[in-house]
């Protein structure tokens, strides 16, 4: 027999009376804690579902506001990350910038900038788009023909765009 059942033994009934109403009110104060931690939890995943709802309905929204459309050919999308950003970018920044709008955009491609670079090579052949050097960064930016002036050159709030090196 464990020390705590002998000294429970030796107690008299009044005093085992009155153990057992304390554990009986104890229970019931954490029962009752229960059921408010409950309510609790079932009110923030309400506001948590209807938290989610809203953020996904402000992202379609965004989305459709945004003009991206998931049926363009790459040259289109290629275009519109272009615009969306206003400046000029890297391979790797369109494909950042198109997996927001379509997460799935470049899903089946192992390896992204390999893969879009023939997208852009087509774009530069048809002359939707121009390659753009900065000394001091490895690869090109890509710019609309719109962003140049007269002579092929950057105009100046386009190249305050560029990054610094």
């Given at each position: 027999?464990?020390?705590?059942?002998?000294?429970?033994?030796?107690?008299?009934?009044?005093?085992?009376?009155?153990?057992?109403?304390?554990?009986?009110?104890?229970?019931?104060?954490?029962?009752?804690c229960?059921?408010?931690?409950?309510?609790?939890?079932?009110?923030?995943?309400?506001?948590?579902?209807?938290?989610?709802?809203?953020?996904?309905?402000?992202?379609?929204?965004?989305?459709?506001?945004?003009?991206?459309?998931?049926?363009?050919?790459?040259v289109?999308?290629?275009?519109?990350?272009?615009r969306?950003?206003?400046?000029?970018?890297?391979?790797?920044?369109?494909?950042?910038c198109?997996?927001?709008f379509?997460?799935?955009?470049?899903?089946?491609?192992?390896?992204?900038?390999?893969?879009?670079?023939?997208?852009?090579?087509?774009?530069t052949?048809?002359?939707?788009?121009?390659q753009?050097?900065?000394?001091?960064?490895?690869?090109?930016?890509?710019?609309?023909?719109?962003w140049?002036d007269?002579?092929?050159?950057?105009?100046?709030?386009?190249?305050?765009?560029?990054?610094?090196?």
């Amino acid at each position: 027999m464990k020390i705590r059942d002998k000294k429970l033994l030796e107690k008299s009934k009044e005093e085992l009376v009155l153990i057992i109403n304390d554990k009986e009110t104890e229970i019931n104060r954490l029962n009752v804690c229960i059921s408010e931690k409950i309510e609790e939890m079932v009110l923030l995943a309400e506001t948590n579902k209807m938290l989610s709802q809203k953020l996904q309905h402000k992202n379609k929204e965004q989305k459709k506001s945004s003009g991206y459309n998931k049926g363009w050919t790459w040259v289109g999308k290629i275009i519109f990350a272009l615009r969306e950003n206003d400046r000029p970018m890297l391979s790797t920044e369109i494909i950042s910038c198109l997996e927001q709008f379509d997460p799935n955009v470049t899903s089946h491609w192992s390896e992204k900038t390999k893969s879009l670079s023939a997208h852009l090579a087509k774009a530069t052949v048809y002359g939707r788009i121009k390659q753009y050097k900065v000394k001091g960064i490895l690869g090109y930016f890509y710019i609309l023909p719109e962003w140049t002036d007269g002579s092929g050159l950057l105009k100046p709030e386009y190249k305050k765009k560029e990054p610094i090196v």
